[in-house]
């Protein structure tokens, strides 16, 4: 081969090198740089993807137990209404009085107060008053801790008539609640409503 010839040989092999070349550095050099950055971003999508189907978990066991807590919220609010309803208070201790078999011999509530205790409902002290036999008294007590609205009972005082079967008069100190607050004269309760404005 005479020097010609290969000189064009060197020249061609220093085209196709030059031509790889800018290929690499035009054509593959960002290629390849946009692949990692596609590489990095696909990592994160998956740790978005796990975090989010930990959310869909989460999500899904509140949805079910939306009823249960629903149920719960009822009960509450029966437990202590946003109300004073002194009159149904009354009317539901004199049922528990006629469905236990003791006398009912008086009630008496007092104002609804602030608690001294942040947080706690408004309380309305109850004065109980009531008669009968021992287990009829009993029951009267059981039934006053079942009643749907709550009644803490703070003491119960219990006398006896000292005859053979003995008649038990027994007063009762209890509190029931209500979110309502108290009038700033102290005099009874008020609802507070909260109205949304758009």
């Known amino acids: 081969m005479n020097l010609?010839?290969?000189?064009?040989?060197?020249?061609?092999?220093?085209?196709?090198?030059?031509?790889?070349?800018?290929w690499f550095v035009v054509l593959w050099g960002p290629q390849g740089g946009r692949i990692s950055d596609g590489r990095d971003r696909e990592d994160v999508a998956e740790q978005q993807n796990e975090q989010l189907a930990l959310s869909i978990d989460r999500l899904r066991g509140s949805q079910e137990r939306i009823a249960e807590l629903t149920a719960d919220l009822d009960r509450l609010k029966s437990a202590i209404?946003?109300?004073?309803?002194?009159?149904?208070?009354?009317?539901?201790?004199?049922?528990?009085?006629?469905?236990?078999?003791?006398?009912?011999?008086?009630?008496?509530?007092?104002?609804?107060?602030?608690?001294e205790v942040a947080g706690v409902p408004t309380e309305i002290g109850l004065a109980i008053d009531v008669t009968g036999g021992y287990f009829q008294v009993l029951d009267y007590l059981?039934?006053?801790?079942?009643?749907?609205?709550?009644?803490?009972?703070?003491?119960?005082?219990?006398?006896s008539d000292g005859a053979a079967n003995p008649m038990l008069t027994v007063n009762v100190s209890a509190r029931a609640f209500t979110t309502a607050e108290v009038n700033e004269d102290g005099t009874g309760a008020t609802t507070t409503t909260t109205e949304a404005t758009s």
């Open 4 to 22: 010609s010839g290969r000189r064009l040989q060197l020249v061609a092999v220093g085209v196709a090198v030059g031509a790889l070349l800018i």
């Open 81 to 115: 209404p946003a109300q004073p309803d002194l009159g149904g208070l009354i009317l539901s201790l004199d049922d528990v009085a006629a469905s236990s078999g003791v006398t009912f011999m008086s009630i008496s509530p007092s104002p609804p107060a602030e608690s």
């Open 142 to 159: 059981n039934r006053l801790a079942e009643q749907s609205r709550l009644i803490v009972v703070d003491g119960v005082a219990i006398s």
